[in-house]
């Protein structure tokens, strides 16, 4: 999608004004009215392309003013804007009937921000991706809302099994503040996404392939900040492009993502070819687990390119496969049994698809990555003229 957008928006009694100037300072951006409270009509939303809601982030005010533009204009795209941190609302907002939520308490491209959540918002009920044509790489976002269940250990195990198999990859370590990824490959991180972020000009492939770490396995890494109070710097903007240039170097691209749904990873779920929902066989994660397929679910991601893998699958704690079905409403596509191997690896930093290649864990991993590959490759005629077997292939 191209052009301005044209947007209406609605704003929170308790937002003061002026802070809609940022949040709206986006050449793309074409403001058609600014309606403040409760008290409009459908007739009012005129016809601008999509709603923008900009709140404060507190109180139930957003959510009611998502119901009334989905009684109004439900065929309109929403996107609710919050100023300041969220308060827990970016589930409900979803629930309410929104397309989009962008979070701006950090941000300092607000305008930017703001423009991406919007055409993005457009392009998904248009039908359209968010970019015109899609790279030849494939996105695979590793997400799972509980931390501690092996979201970095299935991220560099599949990237280095994808590499193995012949596969160009990279390795994404999108935990800003506190991401292993570096630390379970055993690369020292001499040069980071935040060098990277900080080094100006644009991110064609030859600068984006001169801040990779490599690892002995042929795949890639691009490693997160060095300290915790260099995230802020990387930007959804940034990250739009980054992940554009990435997708045409390599054949996947692996998205290791932190334990929350933060603009970062929703910006990073949108651009996904798949995700992988990773989760554990205790309660607690399972519980997460749910919340975060739910989650998919309300942000309108296809449910058939969602794979589920759950690690220390045969754990006993009194679960039954029965019991993981129940919760989370489907049987999970991936079980990693536990073994001590996979400590062993992630203290070596040595990937257990290498260190312990016959391990059944390591055999899940490829069956992952198998996956995969067949899922992007398109049917193949064999040497002898007939067709070779049926491969899925992201429409």
Not at 116 to 128: D, E, M, N, P, T
Not at 288 to 304: A, F, H, S
Request: charged share 25%; proline share 7%; hydrophobic share 40%.
């Amino acid at each position: 999608m191209s052009g301005l957008i044209r947007t209406t928006v609605a704003v929170d009694p308790d937002l003061d004004l002026r802070d809609l100037d940022p949040l709206l300072d986006d050449p793309g951006i074409q403001v058609l009215d600014i309606l403040e409270g409760e008290s409009w009509g459908a007739e009012e939303l005129g016809d601008s392309d999509v709603l923008l809601i900009a709140s404060t982030g507190h109180g139930e005010v957003p959510l009611r003013l998502i119901a009334k533009a989905v009684r109004e204009r439900p065929e309109r795209p929403i996107v609710v804007a919050c100023i300041g941190p969220p308060n827990g609302l970016v589930r409900r907002v979803f629930e309410s009937g929104a397309d989009d939520i962008v979070l701006l308490a950090d941000s300092t491209e607000r305008g930017a921000d703001t423009f991406f959540a919007l055409q993005k918002a457009v392009a998904r009920r248009s039908g359209a991706h968010s970019s015109p044509a899609e790279p030849e790489g494939k996105l695979v976002c590793i997400l799972g809302p509980k931390g501690g269940t092996g979201k970095t250990l299935t991220s560099v195990n599949l990237g280095v099994a994808l590499a193995d198999a012949g596969q160009r990859v990279t390795i994404v370590d999108l935990d800003l503040q506190f991401g292993d990824v570096g630390l379970a490959l055993g690369l020292a991180p001499e040069r980071t996404i935040y060098d990277l972020a900080t080094s100006g000009g644009e991110l064609d492939t030859d600068k984006v392939g001169a801040f990779m770490m490599e690892h002995p396995s042929g795949a890639q890494a691009l490693l997160a900040p060095a300290r915790p109070d260099q995230a802020s710097t990387i930007t959804v903007e940034f990250l739009k492009e980054l992940y554009s240039s990435l997708r045409t170097m390599n054949d996947f691209v692996i998205v290791d993502t932190p334990p929350a749904f933060t603009p970062e990873v929703i910006a990073s779920v949108d651009a996904a070819s798949f995700v992988c929902m990773v989760g554990m066989l205790d309660a607690p994660s399972l519980k997460n687990t749910k919340l975060g397929l739910e989650t998919l679910e309300l942000m309108n991601y296809p449910r058939e390119r969602t794979q589920v893998l759950l690690n220390r699958a045969d754990a006993t704690v009194g679960l039954s496969r029965d019991d993981v079905v129940g919760v989370l409403g489907r049987n999970p596509d991936i079980l990693v049994p536990s073994q001590r191997d996979i400590v062993r690896s992630v203290n070596a930093g040595q990937p257990i698809t290498l260190s312990a290649k016959r391990s059944e864990p390591a055999k899940a991993f490829r069956m992952l990555a198998d996956r995969y590959i067949a899922a992007s490759s398109p049917v193949q005629p064999s040497s002898n003229g007939r067709k070779g077997r049926r491969l899925l292939r992201r429409s």
